[in-house]
T-cell receptor, first 112, second 116 residues
Framework: RKEVEQDPGPFNVPEGATVAFNCTYSNSASQSFFWYRQDCRKEPKLLMSVYSSGNEDGRFTAQLNRASQYISLLIRDSKLSDSATYLCVVNIRPSGNTPLVFGKGTRLSVIA | EPEVTQTPSHQVTQMGQEVILRCVPISNHLYFYWYRQILGQKVEFLVSFYNNEISEKSEIFDDQFSVERPDGSNFTLKIRSTKLEDSAMYFC??????????????FGEGSWLTVV
């Protein structure tokens, strides 16, 4: 089983749509969870951390279900600039500065 | 905003040649990393470096790879004898000590290596 699995995509949505991405992770000892955004041939950039209580940052909402080992990202009111690949990322150890485990990513295309 | 800088942005090399990829981490960061991403694949961890030594490495980081911090600012990844399968984007990253990775880890823009 892959360590971090994501919806394969691509997701093609019109501007203004709401879109949700899912991610599952295999290691139940995983400690920290994140969503990164990656534009074509660019570096990953942190979008948001994911907390057990769920968290929101503007149009973006992330949720974590530790029992199901499931993470989600919801994007409301999609903009053209949201077009990118969204990477689900997990840190399996409690201390910082340990390797991040990346999912393969889900590609989003927002069309006018 | 502070940033990690990498050179070169793109390098083409012949199979069997040595390649050195260079990185300047953010100045007050103490943890340094190399990740790579083969085209169309996921980002994969290669190695982490702290206090002038490797703190962790993945299975990918075999004997043909080495890292060095030759001075106070640069952090390099050397591939001794490149193979076709080494073609990938190599990302350098750095982070602040004690912080939860991901909250404060910063990636450079990457060095695209093509082995022919």
């Amino acid at each position: 089983r892959k360590e971090v699995e994501q919806d394969p995509g691509p997701f093609n949505v019109p501007e203004g749509a709401t879109v949700a991405f899912n991610c599952t992770y295999s290691n139940s000892a995983s400690q920290s969870f994140f969503w990164y955004r990656q534009d074509c041939r660019k570096e990953p950039k942190l979008l948001m951390s994911v907390y057990s209580s769920g968290n929101e940052d503007g149009r973006f909402t992330a949720q974590l279900n530790r029992a199901s080992q499931y993470i989600s990202l919801l994007i409301r009111d999609s903009k053209l600039s949201d077009s990118a690949t969204y990477l689900c990322v997990v840190n399996i150890r409690p201390s910082g500065n340990t390797p991040l485990v990346f999912g393969k990513g889900t590609r989003l295309s927002v069309i006018a | 905003e502070p940033e990690v800088t990498q050179t070169p942005s793109h390098q083409v090399t012949q199979m069997g040649q040595e390649v050195i990829l260079r990185c300047v981490p953010i100045s007050n960061h103490l943890y340094f990393y190399w990740y790579r991403q083969i085209l169309g694949q996921k980002v994969e961890f290669l190695v982490s470096f702290y206090n002038n030594e490797i703190s962790e490495k993945s299975e990918i980081f075999d004997d043909q790879f080495s890292v060095e911090r030759p001075d106070g600012s640069n952090f390099t990844l050397k591939i001794r004898s490149t193979k076709l399968e080494d073609s990938a984007m190599y990302f350098c990253a750095s982070s602040t000590p004690g912080a939860r990775t991901g909250n404060t880890i910063y990636f450079g823009e990457g060095s695209w290596l093509t082995v022919v």
